[in-house]
């Protein structure tokens, strides 16, 4: 009687453990879930702006007496407030690849 004691929970033991692919595919959904939570949700979004564009158009208008000296200075403190929005940018110059939406476009 012991030996079908033994068989018997021999068996609830063996049952009650997942096997490898169980194991294999818990981890692949909570790896899964863990990169579309931290895409959607932690990941800082990547800004481009055209910032050498923009620096020679205001410079060109500068020169073309089009903006006064007052309205530089003014644009130049907008685009300090737009810049400081966002968490991070990087240049469009140094930006081989980029999607327009991420695009900061600069008047």
């Known amino acids: 009687m012991s030996e079908q004691g033994e068989k018997r929970h021999e068996k609830n033991r063996q049952a009650a453990s997942p096997g490898y692919l169980e194991v294999i595919g818990i981890v692949l959904i909570i ?3 863990a990169f ?3 895409d959607r949700f932690l ?3 990547v800004k481009v702006v055209d910032l050498k564009g923009y ?3 205001q410079k060109a208008l ?3 007496g089009a903006i006064t000296e007052e309205q530089w ?3 130049l403190d907008s685009l300090e407030q737009v ?3 966002y968490h991070l940018v990087i240049l469009k110059d140094v930006a081989p ?3 327009p939406d991420d695009e900061i476009h600069l008047q």
């Open 97 to 99: 690849h980029h999607d």
């Open 83 to 85: 810049l400081r929005k």
């Open 62 to 64: 500068l020169t073309a």
């Open 36 to 38: 579309f939570v931290y």
């Open 73 to 75: 200075k003014r644009k």
């Open 31 to 33: 790896v899964l879930a």
């Open 55 to 57: 620096l020679q158009t």
């Open 43 to 45: 990941v800082p979004r």
